[in-house]
């Protein structure tokens, strides 16, 4: 036997579509984080500091506005490239959106989140495939968020119009509701969202595979034992994995990138807690 | 007698008399006898330990208000005869011999008690506003008492540091800069407007009282009539409006000019620093509105910098025409709610005004909807971040454990 070197397999997770999208999610994620927070907290310094730098209220409304139409955006093109997979595929509209590895929540993820407790207390890591739980529920988050944060945004952006067909006292509804759900959808993204792909030790400090793209086949096997083995039975495996390691500079940029975004979304999040934290505790 | 000799002692004494007379006016001090020492720029005395200038400049007390009455008018003292030496120091000078009515005035004014009667040489007498020898009218640019020159004139003692302002609590501190700052005093510096408000407008000159003495022109019971003395139109629809005496009897302090505006403060109701400062004046009574606007989007977006044309109370309710909500003049009345919206959002309706600009999430009677969204939405959060915190707190130990199996392996 040959004393061959062992080199690294390199397979890719996401391509270069999703992870220029999940660029734009950050970046207009970011700017609604903080612009709104912002307001929603205006009585507070570090807030008025963020209006200050940020150029004043007419400023951050106007980024906030655009960003929530890149929002609308990536939304409206993730629903385009979903509705091109399936036509790719070829398959009924039920077949094709409840594929057992694909990004419905089924029965599976159920038994998974079961196991998943079971694995925190002593017992075996469980069989993830493709896609985990917490990773559909980031998924589908999205979708309940925009609905509710982009339907309430859109009432507090135009309310005279919506003060046509919806009474006056709704615009306070829309408020709470948007306010509530940004609370609900920055803290969960800078905290937990950060924790389970960032944060936690296995991670720490950071994955920068949204943003590379590869990750080793090593860490696929450990991280996602069943899609593994399906890839590996299947003999897609090879034709999916390469020698080429992810370019030097694409690392460093993602490493810098995803460092300045976790650390701005924490700061972020810091001062929430502790505003949140002085308001109930006063109360 | 004969009648020839009773007219030629009659023409005698009328002679004799005549000379007398003239004789006594040759020996009234003239101005030219007093300025043969007093012309010497050098002339001075020791006075209290300082050393004071008796030298006075002819030339501009000619052109005084005073010139034609002679320098004996005022120093009575100093009519001697020729030859003689007045008596040092001449007695002070008493204005009111002339001026009796503004020296009852002022004998009454807080200055004048306190000059007079407690003697406390900081209290400013006759000259120390209008000077001693250069007395011209308020008309004149070069008086102390011109309007461009007032408030240097008060400020000579109403400024931080002076000897007065260490020695008494006057109660307002930076007055001169306020003012300067304020609009009354852009007028009189940046735009030169003479007949706009200056101190003496507003204190009067001569009877300046402490604030907090009913006599003062500017104590809360008298300072719409002084303000009055321009804002006519002002102070004819505040005194229609709910917060005044004669509208609304109460037992509570109802506001006055300064307690929205400040004292010397005062400034253009567009300009930020006024826009910042009226919600919080409103604040002091009305604590619940205050508090619930600041949780509304008009709240936040004024406290945030480029948020200060955000409506405040003004702009919705009026300035000096607030009148309770059930009467038709009310601009939040339902016939007039539109209009006042439409001041800022062109396309308001019927609808849109039904927006609750003082609501709150708190009370459950009045804002059911609010309430329950409230409730809803933090049932959400907390249901949330409850299970998800739960799962990411319990994954550490574990995550923990898989990082030293991978450093171990290496």
């Given at each position: 036997m040959e004393n061959e070197q062992v080199q690294t397999l390199y397979i890719e997770r996401f391509n270069v579509v999703q992870r220029l999208t999940h660029l734009l999610v950050i970046l207009s994620f970011l700017t609604l984080a903080l612009t709104g927070m912002a307001l929603k907290f205006a009585m507070e310094p570090w807030a008025q500091d963020i209006a200050y730098l940020g150029g004043g209220f007419v400023v951050l409304g106007a980024l906030h506005r655009f960003c929530a139409i890149v929002t609308f955006f990536y939304f409206f093109m993730t629903i385009v490239m979903i509705h091109a997979e399936w036509k790719d595929s070829q398959k009924s509209l039920l077949t094709f959106l409840f594929?057992?590895?694909?990004l419905m929540p089924n029965l599976n993820d159920a038994k998974e989140m079961l196991g998943t407790f079971k694995w925190f207390f002593g017992g075996p890591r469980p069989y993830y495939g493709r896609w985990t739980y917490w990773e559909k529920f980031d998924f589908f988050a999205v979708f309940w968020g925009i609905a509710v944060i982009g339907g309430s945004g859109l009432a507090l952006w135009f309310p005279e119009a919506f003060s046509r067909f919806m009474p006056g006292w709704g615009l306070n509804v829309a408020t709470i509701i948007h306010s509530d759900e940004a609370l609900l959808a920055s803290g969960f993204i800078f905290t937990i969202h950060f924790y389970n792909t960032h944060l936690r030790p296995e991670k720490f400090p950071l994955d920068p595979v949204i943003f590379v793209g590869k990750i080793t086949v090593d860490e696929l096997k450990h991280e996602r034992p069943r899609e593994y083995d399906q890839l590996l039975g299947s003999g897609e495996l090879e034709k999916l994995?390469?020698?080429?390691?992810?370019?030097g500079w694409l690392v460093k940029m993602a490493y810098t990138a995803g460092i300045f975004f976790v650390v701005t979304g924490s700061i972020l999040i810091i001062y929430i807690i502790s505003t949140m934290y002085q308001y109930i505790s006063s109360h | 007698m004969t009648q020839t000799s009773i007219s030629r002692i009659g023409r005698q004494s009328l002679f004799i008399t005549l000379c007398v007379f003239l004789c006594g006016q040759a020996y009234a001090m003239p101005d030219e006898a007093c300025m043969?020492?007093?012309?010497?720029?050098e002339m001075t005395t020791e006075m209290d330990g300082a050393e004071i200038s008796l030298f006075i400049d002819y030339n501009i007390f000619k052109e005084t208000?005073?010139?034609?009455?002679?320098?004996?008018?005022?120093?009575?003292?100093?009519?001697?005869?020729?030859g003689e030496d007045h008596p040092v120091p001449l007695a002070p000078v008493f204005c009111?011999?002339?001026?009796e009515e503004i020296q009852q005035t002022y004998e009454t004014s807080m200055h004048g008690e306190a000059r007079?009667?407690?003697?406390?040489?900081?209290a400013p007498k006759c000259?120390?506003?209008?000077t001693k020898h250069r007395?011209?009218?308020?008309?004149?640019?070069?008086?102390?008492?011109?309007p461009l020159n007032i408030p240097d004139t008060c400020g000579?003692?109403?400024?931080?540091?002076s000897s007065m302002t260490k020695e008494h609590?006057?109660?307002?501190?930076?007055i001169v800069q306020k003012y300067s700052m304020s609009i009354h005093g852009k007028g009189l510096?940046?735009?030169?407007?003479?007949?706009t408000a200056t101190c003496v407008s507003c204190h009067t000159p001569h009877n300046?009282?402490?604030?907090?003495?009913?006599?003062?022109?500017?104590?809360r019971e008298n300072i719409i009539e002084t303000c009055n003395q321009c804002h006519v139109g002002i102070v004819d629809k505040f005194k229609k409006s709910v917060h005044s005496p004669l509208v609304t009897k109460t037992d509570k302090m109802l506001p006055v000019c300064?307690?929205?505006?400040?004292s010397h403060n005062?400034?253009?109701?567009?300009e930020k620093d006024f826009r910042l400062l009226i919600a919080e004046q409103c604040s002091n009574c009305h604590t619940h509105e205050s508090e619930s606007f600041f949780e509304t989007y008009h709240g936040k977006a004024g406290l945030?910098?480029?948020?200060?044309?955000a409506a405040k109370c003004s702009d919705c309710?009026?300035?000096?025409s607030i009148m309770p909500i059930?009467?038709?003049?009310?601009?939040?009345?339902p016939e007039n709610i539109v209009q006042t919206c439409k001041?800022?959002?062109?396309?308001?309706?019927e609808g849109f005004t039904?927006?609750?600009?003082?609501?709150?999430?708190?009370?459950k009677e009045k804002y059911p909807a609010l309430y329950y969204t409230f409730w809803a939405m933090t049932g959400l959060l907390v249901g949330t971040f409850s299970f998800f915190g739960l799962h990411t707190i319990l994954w550490i130990p574990r995550s923990l454990i898989e990082r030293f199996k991978e450093i171990s392996k290496d």
């Open positions: 594929a057992p590895e694909g994995t390469s020698r080429r390691s992810p370019r | 043969e020492c007093h012309s010497d720029p208000i005073h010139a034609e009455n002679g320098c004996i008018s005022c120093h009575e003292d100093a009519d001697v005869e020729e009111g011999t002339c001026h007079l009667i407690a003697g406390d040489m900081q000259h120390n506003c209008h007395i011209l009218p308020p008309s004149d640019k070069r008086s102390p008492t011109y000579s003692c109403h400024k931080e540091g609590n006057i109660g307002q501190t930076y510096y940046v735009d030169g407007l003479i007949v300046v009282q402490a604030p907090n003495d009913p006599r003062s022109s500017v104590n300064f307690d929205c505006h400040t005062i400034s253009r109701v567009g945030l910098r480029g948020g200060e044309k309710h009026g300035a000096h059930t009467s038709n003049k009310s601009f939040i009345n001041t800022c959002h062109p396309e308001a309706n039904a927006y609750i600009a003082h609501g709150t999430h708190h009370d």
